[in-house]
Nanobody
Framework: QVQLVESGGGLVQAGGSLRLSCAAS????????MGWFRQAPGKAREFVAS????????DYMNSVKGRFTISRENSNSALYLQMNSLKSEDTAIYYC?????????????????WGQGTPVTVSS
């Protein structure tokens, strides 16, 4: 059973930055697309960003383009999300996800492993 563990969440003022990390319990990165999702209180979980197994191709939701950057280090089984210019609407629990079916865009329906989530709160 693969385990994904997120870290790096916290409280930040609007306009600030945070870097989320996701560590995998084993070397799954060589063949899995990886992604970040988020879920705000009372809302459905939504796609934020994803990256192909080799780190070459990325995809983002429109509202975070130009502000968030997803990256990965396969040698360390690590996934990252650099979040800049944070807004209050970015407040949510952020989840790391692994998907072995998709090439770039990770979909809720094809995620096979989830992390436990890390909370991000942006104060205005």
């Amino acid at each position: 059973q693969v385990q994904l563990v997120e870290s790096g969440g916290g409280l930040v003022q609007a306009g600030g930055s945070l870097r989320l990390s996701c560590a995998a319990s084993e070397r799954i990165f060589d063949s899995y697309a990886m992604g970040w999702f988020r879920q705000a209180p009372g809302k459905a979980r939504e796609f934020v960003a994803s990256i192909s197994w080799d780190g070459v191709n990325t995809d983002y939701m429109n509202s975070v383009k130009g502000r968030f950057t997803i990256s990965r280090e396969n040698s360390n089984s690590a996934l990252y999300l650099q979040m800049n210019s944070l807004k209050s609407e970015d407040t949510a629990i952020y989840y790391c996800a692994a998907d072995r079916q998709s090439v770039v865009r990770v979909r809720l329906s094809t995620v096979c492993y989830w992390g436990q989530g890390t909370p991000v709160t942006v104060s205005s």
